[in-house]
């Protein structure tokens, strides 16, 4: 009979002030005190004991904290506010939003999950949550492919409740098949204001230029994306 699985205990924390280095630690140790099940009680003390010294060790002794302090309500959000930089959640939503497939798609989701992670392990609850998947999930698309968004904006139409990680699954599944590359031509900003640009394409002047199928394609793209965002609003007001 084979004996049950070692359980790692979680990393030391050494101080690193990057917020991401942060915010790994906390989910390490959340995830180990799960899987333990250390009570709520004695978890600030166990935390504790993984951090590093003299920094961070160092830190919790001249902060005002008890050792005996409440883990999620205490001891989480001064250890938030002293190693994760003010900056760093705006930071995170700038690279989503400019974040772009510049070289094989496996390496793009894995740098977006990276950057979502961090945005919803320092989001305060799950209202925050909420508001940033569905920022996620504007992003994401308007960042994939143009193909690909296409194929997932048509997806998203056959399945009203799909969540961001079937989203995630879905783009994979049509990567493997189509092994997408990256966009070397510009495309249409999804936003309200960029979509100027694209009024003239429905001018009937005869001096205007016929439009091509894939600028259709991309016109339809950015109207799917700017609905979504106003369902988006509609659900929040």
Same mark, same amino acid.
Request: proline residues 7%; glycine residues 4%.
């Given at each position: %009979?084979?004996?049950?699985?070692?359980?790692?205990?979680?990393?030391?924390?050494?101080? /690193?002030?990057?917020?991401?280095?942060?915010?790994?630690?906390?989910?390490?140790?959340?995830?180990? $005190?799960?899987?333990?099940? !250390?009570?709520?009680?004695?978890?600030?003390? @166990?935390?504790?004991?993984?951090?590093?010294?003299?920094?961070?060790?160092?830190?919790?002794?001249?902060?005002?904290?008890?050792?005996?302090?409440?883990?999620?309500?205490?001891?989480?959000?001064?250890?938030?506010?002293?190693?994760?930089? @003010?900056?760093?959640?705006? =930071?995170?939503?700038?690279?989503?939003?400019?974040?772009? %497939?510049? /070289?094989?798609?496996?390496?793009?989701?894995?740098?977006?999950?990276?950057?979502?992670?961090?945005?919803?392990?320092? =989001?305060?609850?799950?209202?925050?949550?909420?508001?940033?998947?569905?920022?996620?999930?504007?992003? $994401? !698309?308007?960042?994939?492919?143009?193909?690909?968004?296409?194929?997932?904006?048509? @997806?998203?139409?056959? @399945?009203?409740?799909?969540?961001?990680?079937? !989203? $995630?699954?879905?783009?994979?599944? %049509?990567?493997?098949?189509?092994?997408?590359?990256?966009?070397? /031509?510009?495309?249409?900003?999804?936003? =309200? !204001?960029?979509?100027?640009?694209?009024?003239?394409?429905?001018?009937?002047?005869?001096?205007?230029?016929?439009?091509?199928?894939?600028?259709?394609?991309?016109?339809?793209?950015?109207?799917?994306?700017?609905?979504?965002?106003?369902?988006?609003?509609?659900?929040? %007001?």
């Amino acid at each position: %009979m084979s004996s049950a699985a070692r359980l790692n205990p979680p990393p030391v924390f050494t101080g /690193t002030r990057d917020g991401f280095s942060a915010l790994a630690w906390l989910l390490a140790v959340k995830r180990y $005190f799960t899987l333990a099940k !250390i009570d709520k009680a004695d978890r600030t003390p @166990h935390a504790l004991s993984y951090l590093g010294t003299p920094g961070p060790a160092r830190w919790f002794d001249g902060c005002t904290l008890q050792d005996d302090c409440d883990f999620e309500t205490e001891f989480i959000p001064a250890f938030k506010k002293e190693y994760i930089p @003010h900056n760093f959640s705006g =930071a995170c939503r700038r690279a989503l939003t400019n974040l772009r %497939m510049t /070289t094989t798609f496996p390496i793009f989701l894995d740098s977006f999950k990276e950057l979502l992670g961090a945005l919803i392990g320092h =989001a305060a609850d799950k209202s925050a949550k909420d508001t940033v998947n569905d920022f996620a999930q504007t992003s $994401f !698309i308007d960042n994939c492919p143009l193909v690909l968004q296409q194929l997932i904006e048509g @997806h998203i139409l056959q @399945h009203d409740n799909i969540t961001l990680a079937e !989203i $995630f699954q879905y783009a994979h599944e %049509m990567d493997r098949i189509y092994s997408f590359k990256p966009d070397n /031509t510009p495309r249409p900003n999804s936003s =309200a !204001i960029g979509t100027a640009s694209l009024l003239p394409s429905f001018s009937t002047s005869s001096s205007q230029p016929t439009s091509t199928p894939m600028e259709i394609d991309s016109i339809q793209v950015t109207l799917n994306n700017i609905n979504r965002r106003f369902n988006q609003l509609e659900r929040n %007001m």
